[in-house]
């Protein structure tokens, strides 16, 4: 445990604490200057050296190049707690762990079995805590320091200050203006969090919370969490993080690197197919359809129509013998094919083949050919036949995902064969032009139809940058040669990549956003309610060992497809290896607003969770009436937004049917206000929110919830039409 060592352990109060501080951020500096000072003599050194040597320069410049960024990114708030025990030892929680050059530990990081305590130490469980200090810093100066005293009585015996300090730290971070870009709460994790963060890696963890309960903040959290402690298993594949749009993932990007990491791939679900767009929006019907499990079996039979078998025998000449193309031939080597067990455009390869080979045996017995060397030569000629090629073709024909979906969704005929099970109606609803742009209900098909088809011929065969068995012994005999596995924490399967990947540096979030076949050792899932069974079909491709964290609020549901109740989806998903936690507070959303956002919600019989509100605000919520709900909603927006132009900013966001957004946004131009609708605001927060027209994006009670729920001070709804049922402010 990290014992206070050399640092003054007896005062209390800033002054005491700004001397442990001083010492934490000498040695942070004293480390960077040393991954400088390495990564600079390799820099000296140039290009000289055989390939090998530059290559094994390269991959070290670049470690070195993290362990500085790394450093860089925890010059904020580097220590925020001290944790005093009852048998007088005491420690420092921060950001990452620290010991001296002797290696006498300074600073505990919070991921570490020793800081649990910090978060979930409380009055009625103390455990070994008697105080838990929070340390609020502004840069390197410690301008506060908390206590809160967990054991009055030991605390008296060994004569220390007893002062009660309340929850200031987090009312502090809570209360602090929104700058648009999500924060770490690596200081302030309560016990309910903690214990999510912290939970096993195996199975699925379901995590179930009200708006604001800090589910993001949670798996974000826990992403650093299973990457400090699994690291050996999760570097090497990484881990994935899925949300709902790249604005979300905008917003939540600091996160992660503000708590040492770098091993996530952040990405939305059209995301994890490599250069697909899926930008265009589709009606609500279809996009249902799409999300169904049945699709799986529409797709299945796509793919089976590629391998087609004529309606009859026919006959080619090839060099002026007379061939028969048989039907019996064709089913033979389509199911040889099949029982390959390969994806058909990779299987095509074994029907061809086997059709070469019987058309060959025809021209053998014609021609009475008997030596190996002459049944070769007409091998050949029959490959290179064009009419064979184009026969062979048309019975098993190569496609690509993207057109296997073009043409299903543009031919009645294919439709219906492919999707019998759907009836006329819903398969009318599937009906596109062939040149529409993909939309995001057709991502998991595409992807669906990837996995059925493999590689086009002529396409890559294989991952060639990863690292052989060799390779990575040799990356272990480099590292143990260097002996830099403690300073730079990484191991050789990593290393052996980057050496591979010679002068390119190729992260592991590099060559997995690369590749659409890539597993990961661990998937996060935000807002994980809109996703749809066919989305997790996707997902679970990815993860073979099915270690997931799920966070998601199935009362701010907005999708057709997505979940309402988490046993539907996740029994089939993951049978009995997921569990169900929740979060019961929301640190986002005022009481009143809760309160109000709470009883429409049961009014429109959305399964909201209980949530209790962390802080009460004074006038957090106003209603007002009006004829021009846009004109006066920009008026109420353009007044709060220059009420936060002072120093400390503020944002403020009004949210609309999609049909007032360029209204709103012409009167709104030339000021910070952002216009959204409820879905674009999903996940995110402002300062103030102005709701116009609740009843119309009430059509679905979701995206009204989600709304309601998006402000951290005040609540302003702007209505003509009377509100909806249960929206009392
Ligand atoms: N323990 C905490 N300390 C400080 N701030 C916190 C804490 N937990 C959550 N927050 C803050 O509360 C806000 C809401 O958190 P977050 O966005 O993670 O909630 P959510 O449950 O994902 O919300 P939604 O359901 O609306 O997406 C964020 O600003 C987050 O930083």
Sequence with gaps: MAQERGLTAERSGLAAEQEVVDVLYARVDALRDEASGRLAAIRREGPSGSPQNRSERDAFATLYEDRIA???????????????????????????????????????????????????????????????????????????????????????????????????????????????????????????????????????????????????????????????????????????????????????????????????????????????????????????????????DVIKAAVRERQRVPRADREIRIDGRTVEIRRSDIKDAQAKARRDGRPHNEARAVFAKEMISRLTRQLVEQLEVYSDEDRHELERDVRDDKNVRIAINLCWLPVTAEQLLRDLFSKPHLLDYAAARLSPDERDLLLRPPHAPFTEADVPLLDEAAELLGEMPGGRARRSDEPSAEEIQYAKDVLDTFGAQSMIKVDAETLASRMKGGTTRLSVAERASRDRTWTYGHIVVDEAQELSPMAWRMLLRRCPTRSFTIVGDVAQNTSVAGTRWWPETMDPLFQTSWELRELTISYRIPAAVADAAQSYARAARLPVSDLRAAREIADATCATRTDDPVETAAAVARRHAASFAGAEGGLVAVIAHERHLSALRARLSGTEVEVCTARESKGLEFDVAVVVEPAEIAARPGDLYVALTRPTKRLDIVHARPLPEGLVV
């Design 70 to 296: 790394q450093l860089d990114a925890v010059e904020d708030r580097l220590c925020f707690g001290r944790l005093d025990l009852r048998d007088g030892e005491r420690f420092y929680v921060g950001r990452i762990g620290l010991s001296d050059a002797e290696h006498a530990p300074l600073l505990t990081d919070w991921r570490a079995p020793a800081a649990r305590a910090f978060y979930s130490a409380t009055a009625a469980n103390p455990g070994d805590v008697v105080n838990r200090r929070h340390l609020t810093t502004q840069g390197r100066r410690v301008v506060a320091v908390e206590d809160d005293v967990l054991d009055v009585d030991a605390l008296r015996e060994m004569g220390a200050d007893s002062a009660l300090a309340g929850e200031g730290a987090l009312l502090a971070a809570l209360g602090a203006r929104r700058t648009g870009r999500m924060g770490d709460i690596v200081a302030t994790i309560q016990a309910e969090q903690d214990a999510v963060i912290r939970a096993p890696m195996s199975g699925a963890l379901v995590v179930q919370g009200g708006p604001g309960s800090g589910k993001t903040a949670v798996a974000l959290h826990r992403a650093a969490f299973l990457l400090y402690h699994h690291r050996e298993q999760l570097e090497s594949r990484g881990v994935l993080l899925i949300g709902p749009s790249r604005t979300f993932l905008r917003y939540i990007d600091h996160v992660l690197p503000s708590l040492g990491e770098t091993g996530a791939v952040s990405t939305t679900l059209a995301g994890l197919i490599p250069g697909v767009e899926a930008s265009a929006i589709e009606p609500d019907e279809s996009a249902e359809i799409k999300g169904r499990t049945v699709m799986a």
